[in-house]
């Protein structure tokens, strides 16, 4: 059974428009995070949560806004969509300090 | 500051010859490290850790890596690679809490 659960698998949005990325973990965590991985880009780290708190925002832009309502849900909005935010988003979470983070499918994200 | 290098953007070996991905991180203090793997079009798995103890760690499908403090190094070494090897290797760095730092990836391609 998938411990972490990110849906769309595959989303397809035209610049301008918002959506939400859904991750969602079973593993009873209490530190969630998001990466972006592009073309261009290695794997970037965007936002770190802990018991619903966030922790650190390493994204310069606001038109990402992560939303945890529950302690195992951390969504991740996008607003005001652009082609270059164009990349697979990838969910991890983790429990309490130095223990390994695990990893979602991801969502491959394609704004037209 | 903290940080992870991994000098190896891309290496290339033939089937059943021995394999070496280096990693250096930049930490004062006790780091818990990590070796990551991302076959394409996935998520990243977990191969092994370190926290402590035996500097030599032994991971899934054959890989291990070797811990030194006075190197501030996280070598990954398999004895013997197979195709299904080929992918994107990636070093984490842990300083503890939510603070993950990933070094930007060695390509494995594993010819035949």
């Known amino acids: 059974d998938p411990k972490i659960i990110q849906k769309p698998k595959y989303l397809v949005a035209v610049t301008g428009s918002e959506k939400i990325l859904i991750c969602e973990q079973y593993?009873?965590?209490?530190?969630m995070y998001w990466y972006r991985q592009s073309a261009k880009k290695p794997l970037e780290f965007m936002f770190s949560?802990?018991?619903?708190?966030?922790?650190d925002n390493q994204t310069a832009s606001s038109r990402f806004q992560p939303q945890s309502s529950k302690k195992n849900h951390l969504d991740l909005q996008i607003t005001a969509l652009k082609p270059d935010d164009s990349a697979t988003y990838f969910c991890?979470?983790?429990?309490?300090?130095?223990?390994?983070?695990?990893f979602g499918p991801g969502t491959r994200l394609t704004v037209l | 500051a903290q940080s992870v290098t991994q000098p190896d953007a891309r290496v290339t070996v033939s089937e059943g010859a021995s394999l070496q991905l280096r990693c250096k991180y930049s930490y004062s203090g006790t780091p818990y490290l990590f070796w990551y793997v991302q076959y394409p079009r996935q998520g990243l798995q977990l191969l092994l850790k370190y926290y402590s103890g035996d500097p030599v760690v032994q991971g899934v499908n054959g890989f291990e890596a070797e811990f030194s403090k006075s190197n501030s190094s996280f070598h990954l070494r398999k004895a013997s690679v197979h195709w299904s090897d080929s992918a994107v290797y990636f070093c984490?760095?842990?300083?503890?809490?939510?603070?993950?730092?990933f070094g930007k990836g060695t390509s494995l391609t594993v010819i035949p």
């Open positions: 984490v760095l842990n300083t503890g809490y939510q603070n993950f730092y």
């Open positions: 949560y802990s018991y619903q708190k966030l922790m």
């Open positions: 593993l009873g965590h209490n530190a």
């Open positions: 991890a979470s983790s429990q309490d300090r130095g223990n390994e983070q695990y």
